[in-house]
């Protein structure tokens, strides 16, 4: 499964009417997340392939000052928000549907590579 | 006072330059205690202490919180059967739901009762509606018992209430253990955690003032009221004892001048004056005549003085006068007045016959003078001689006597009264007249005018002498109390004059006090008034009011709460445009901070039924209002509806939810509902159920992911129940909690203590649980990453049950 369609599942479930669910907002965020951490991986693969070998966040970073995509360098964060809604939090409140929106829409241009578009 | 406002008190107090040296005693004798302002005030103040030490901004030591681990009933109210609400102790929220009548109030109710005795909404009802108190099907014994753990102590500490009669106020309580420090009174009443919304509403209504002392006790002000308050008393008793000097004056002037007397005219006037000359006033009224020699005293007391001449001395002269005058005309018919003549005749007959002459040189007889004429002439002579003599000498005698009673007729004075003119002086007058025109009169005719003109007089005299009395004693009647009423006055002007220096202290030390209150009230206001203005921003939704500012403002009996609220960004509306939701809504903003002071020893907070008269988009900024204070603190909200569970569920604020329901003979049932571990599995079991629906795709990707959740939440769970259930500091356990960052993390902190030992966690869960349990951490967080595969239910269900394993750890 691409990052493009873990993406499209998030974009779809977002605007699916399962909305009125009380599991909607976090699975919204685990697609995304996923999404995320897919496109990591295809970068990798593709681009950096020596960088498999290191640690998850150390990857993370990597994508984040060497891909070279569009907002990458917000990945790190984005996928820090995300993760916190995949996680359970005490006394955090979930994303709202505009903040998951936002991450959707910041997710985006991580998954095309640069000559791509 | 307590110390350290005390301490602050005399260090601002020591460094005012501009202040007396008995203002000071006297703030610093009101900031002790009425004993020590009585005698700062008679002139002997305490020594003054010194200031113990620099004061610096201490950190306020905050309690160690006390949250509810339980609330039980029996026999009480709504509840029959002993039953109880198990709660968590610690922060977050708890709903307790329930139709109206299902007993979920009188659950918050007991709370109140079993550690305050009373309960703030039953005093406003109906000796009948109190009687209700007791259940009907109350068999046994009737209580309200709490069961609370305190932060730091690690043995629960239980309140329990019992009553043996059918008398609500005859109660006895029991704190158990026995030496649990549970002495929560004062902060019962600063703190209440107790909030309902009928009394929330009623102090918004009972205006500004009831809000004040309602809010008031917070700002730990209270004892500088107090002091301020002594000084007001006395200041407020002097003032009254001024203004009754001043209108003792006034009165007593308004009676002096009604009266006729002199005396009373002067004193009116100096009575009267702006400021009073004591000493005049006293010289006024310290004689009993006062120095007024011309007053109407004086002259009756003249008048009174009068006497006419003695009866026995008026006819004894008449007599006398008589027996002269009759001596004098018997002397006088005598021929007397010849008498001298003859005996000078014989005498120079004698001078002859010493000439040897013997014939007569009148008749010519011879020897007509011989030794027998001779001695008879010479006897003869003297004897005419004496005659003469006698009457000269009567004569004399009756012209000095008739001289004399002349003199001593008597002009009397009589004064003319001319306001009130006495009757008989016309007649006195008229009297004395003719008693004096018989000045004139000689002899018997003097006499008889004696006889005549003393009755008339003395009459006339005796009358107007009854009436002269009469008057005196009337004016001297209305002087005599006046003097004595003026005397009394005077003593009490007297002792006000010496006091009138300490009441103008005691204006000083009032005003510096309250100046002071309001500098330390402003500060101490400040961050509450910041989170009320917050408060109202979460629960106001759409409502176009604004509160731009709460104060606390005013002195003495004029204290009040000052809501400043704007609407539409316009200044200065009054709380009268707000509807019944936005005063309910502003109430609760305005109490929320209360009870969520660090100064407060609770750690919990009981809400009953405050979604009444609230629209739906202002339960959500409610739903809101309670998630975030729960954060801090334990919020039980008790409500007759799902709105608010609803909302809560929606905006997915996590929420403990128990449901209260009655059944026959007041058996009422809590069930717990939707903890988040049952919460994640159940909406992780219906994705999976749905997987037709949803799709393949986010199913796979969702589930592991749901799951984990309900494991971490199980592990949390276990976590705070523990090591709050311990005493632990609740901000120490959150963060530990907040740190251990994912599913093994957070079991290692809970399997170890220790977040950093994750290596052990698969070991340790293997060896408790089995190896499902590591199957089941493996599949979740493998799968919340890269998809799970295999069948979701069956992942579910194994989640369950290691989760159940987890939470009860």
New interface residues.
């Given amino acids: 499964?691409t990052a493009r369609?873990?993406l499209d599942?998030a974009w779809?479930?977002y605007r699916?009417d399962?909305r009125s669910?009380?599991?909607w907002?976090?699975?919204v965020a685990?697609?995304a997340r996923?999404a995320i951490?897919q496109a990591l991986r295809e970068w990798a693969r593709a681009e950096a392939p020596g960088v498999q070998a290191a640690t998850f966040r150390a990857q993370l970073l990597c994508f984040a000052s060497e891909s070279g995509r569009t907002g990458a360098d917000q990945a790190p964060y984005l996928w820090s928000r995300l993760s916190s809604a995949?996680?359970?939090?005490?006394?955090e409140?979930?994303p709202s549907g505009r903040e998951l929106k936002r991450w959707l829409e910041a997710t985006e241009p991580l998954l095309s590579t640069p000559g791509g578009r | 006072m307590d110390d350290q406002l005390y301490q602050r008190v005399l260090t601002r107090l020591y460094d005012d330059e501009t202040l007396d040296e008995a203002v000071v005693d006297l703030v610093d004798a009101a900031c002790r205690s009425d004993e020590a302002l009585e005698r700062a005030l008679a002139g002997q103040p305490d020594p003054r202490p010194a200031v113990a030490h620099v004061l610096e901004e201490a950190a306020a030591v905050a309690p160690s919180p006390a949250y509810l681990r339980s609330i039980t009933a029996a026999g009480f109210r709504g509840v029959g059967k002993e039953r109880s609400l198990p709660l968590h102790p610690g922060?977050g929220l708890t709903l307790v739901v329930g139709r109206n009548g299902s007993g979920k109030s009188s659950f918050a109710e007991a709370a109140e009762v079993a550690l305050t005795g009373d309960n703030a909404r039953w005093q406003k009802r109906t000796a009948d509606w109190r009687k209700g108190w007791k259940n009907l099907h109350a068999h046994g014994a009737v209580r309200a018992q709490v069961q609370l753990t305190v932060e730091g102590v690690a043995q629960p500490v239980s309140v329990t209430r019992r009553w043996d009669g059918d008398d609500f106020s005859a109660s006895t309580v029991k704190v158990s253990p026995a030496d649990a420090k549970a002495d929560w009174a004062s902060a019962l009443a600063t703190y209440r955690p107790f909030l309902s919304y009928s009394e929330l509403g009623g102090l918004l209504e009972a205006g500004p003032t009831t809000l004040y002392k309602a809010i008031a006790p917070l700002l730990g002000l209270g004892e500088l009221s107090d002091a301020r308050e002594r000084v007001r008393q006395r200041r407020l008793a002097g003032q009254k004892e001024g203004k009754a000097v001043k209108q003792r004056a006034a009165e007593l002037a308004e009676t002096a001048a009604g009266l006729d007397d002199p005396r009373a005219a002067t004193l009116s006037k100096e009575l009267g004056r702006r400021t009073h000359k004591l000493d005049v006033l006293e010289g006024l009224v310290v004689g009993e005549e006062g120095d007024d020699t011309s007053s109407a005293v004086k002259r009756l007391a003249a008048v009174l003085r009068q006497e006419a001449p003695a009866e026995e001395r008026v006819l004894g002269s008449a007599e006398k006068l008589r027996a002269l005058a009759a001596r004098v005309d018997d002397l006088t018919q005598k021929d007397t007045a010849r008498s001298l003549e003859l005996a000078t005749l014989l005498d120079q007959a004698l001078v002859l016959v010493d000439a040897q002459t013997t014939t007569c040189p009148l008749c010519g007889t011879v020897e007509a003078f011989d030794a027998h004429w001779t001695e008879h002439a010479r006897e003869r002579s003297q004897q005419l001689r004496e005659q003469a003599g006698a009457l000269a000498q009567a004569r004399e005698d009756l012209a000095k006597l008739e001289q004399g009673v002349a003199r001593a007729l008597p002009k009397l004075s009589v004064p003319v009264f001319e306001a009130a003119p006495l009757q008989a002086t016309a007649a006195l007058l008229a009297a004395n007249q003719t008693w004096i025109d018989g000045a004139t009169l000689r002899g018997t005719a003097l006499a008889d005018h004696l006889l005549e003109a003393w009755t008339p007089l003395a009459e006339a005299l005796a009358s107007l002498k009854l009436e002269a009395q009469a008057e005196h004693d009337r004016l001297q009647n209305l002087w005599r109390p006046l003097a004595l009423d003026v005397a009394d006055w005077l003593k009490r002007a007297a002792s006000f004059d010496a006091t009138a220096e300490r009441l103008a202290q005691l204006k000083t030390a009032e005003a510096w006090l309250g100046e002071l209150e309001g500098a330390l009230r402003a500060d101490r206001f400040a961050p509450i008034a910041e989170k009320v203005k917050k408060a109202w921003r979460v629960l106001r939704s759409r409502s176009n009011v604004d509160i731009s500012g709460v104060e606390m403002i005013g002195k003495g009996t004029h204290k009040k709460v000052d809501v400043q609220v704007q609407v539409d960004g316009h200044d200065g509306v009054a709380l009268g445009v707000m509807s019944q939701g936005e005063l309910h809504a502003l109430a609760l903003s305005l109490f929320l901070p209360r009870v969520t002071l660090p100064e407060s020893p609770f750690g919990f907070l009981l809400v009953d039924d405050p979604v009444q008269s609230m629209d739906p988009a202002r339960v959500d900024g409610l739903a809101r209002l309670l998630?975030s204070t729960?954060?801090s603190r334990q919020v039980i909200v008790f409500t007759h509806d799902e709105r608010l569970p609803e909302a809560l569920?929606r905006?997915?604020?996590?929420a403990r939810v128990l449901h209260v329901t009655r059944k026959e003979q007041s058996v009422v049932e809590v069930h717990e509902a939707d903890d988040?571990i049952r919460?994640?599995l159940e909406?992780?079991f219906?994705?999976a159920t749905q997987e037709q629906k949803?799709?393949h795709?986010?199913a796979s990707?969702?589930v592991p992911?749901?799951c984990?959740?309900a494991l971490?939440?199980a592990v949390?769970s276990a976590i705070r129940r523990r090591r709050l259930g311990q005493g632990e500091v609740h901000a120490d356990v959150?963060r530990a909690?907040?740190d251990a960052?994912?599913?093994k993390p957070?079991t290692a902190l809970a399997f170890f203590d220790d977040a950093s030992r994750v290596n052990e966690v698969v070991g340790r869960l293997r060896k408790t649980y089995g190896q499902q349990a590591v199957d089941a951490f493996e599949l979740c967080n493998d799968g919340?990453?890269?998809?799970y595969t295999g069948d979701m239910v069956s992942l579910v269900r194994l989640c369950r049950s290691v989760a159940q394993g987890l939470e009860r750890l």
């Fill in positions: 499964m369609d873990l599942a779809s479930l699916s399962a669910d009380r599991w907002t976090r699975g685990l697609l996923q951490e995949c996680h359970f939090n005490g006394y409140l979930p | 922060p998630s729960a954060r569920r905006l997915q604020l996590p988040p919460q994640h909406d992780a219906a994705v949803i799709g795709t986010v990707r969702v992911g749901l984990r959740l971490e939440a949390t959150e909690i907040a960052e994912g599913l957070v919340s990453h890269h998809g």
